[in-house]
Nanobody
Framework: QVQLVESGGGLVQPGGSLRLSCAAS????????CGWYRQAPGKQREMVAS???????DYADSVKGRFTIFRDNAKNTMYLQMNSLKPEDTAVYYC????????????WGQGTQVTVSS
């Protein structure tokens, strides 16, 4: 199992930006599906953005045009750039990777809190 460590969360005003990072303990993002989920209080965990093993990118409708997922394989790090943040984006954000190979969502980070409030 790969260790994933998120960072970059915090408190931001509506309309602001944050960049989340997900650092892996090895070169596990390359060739493996990975992405971000979030969970708001009292709600189910939902997919935010994902990258397939082949590099295809998908976003939740609620974040399209505002969030960008990308990864730096050389740094073993995945990112989520979040712009034009809204109060409804407030949640704990988790990164994941389909690792070990063949195990969907086999590895998860511990989560990082994002709070959008004035």
């Amino acid at each position: 199992q790969v260790q994933l460590v998120e960072s970059g969360g915090g408190l931001v005003q509506p309309g602001g930006s944050l960049r989340l990072s997900c650092a892996a303990s090895g070169s596990f993002f390359s060739g493996n599906a990975c992405g971000w989920y979030r969970q708001a209080p009292g709600k189910q965990r939902e997919m935010v953005a994902s990258i397939s093993g082949g590099g295809s990118i998908d976003y939740a409708d609620s974040v399209k045009g505002r969030f960008t997922i990308f990864r730096d394989n050389a740094k073993n790090t995945m990112y989520l750039q979040m712009n034009s943040l809204k109060p409804e984006d407030t949640a704990v954000y988790y990164c994941y990777a389909d690792y070990p190979p063949g195990i969907p969502f086999g590895s998860w980070g511990q989560g990082t809190q994002v709070t959008v409030s004035s």
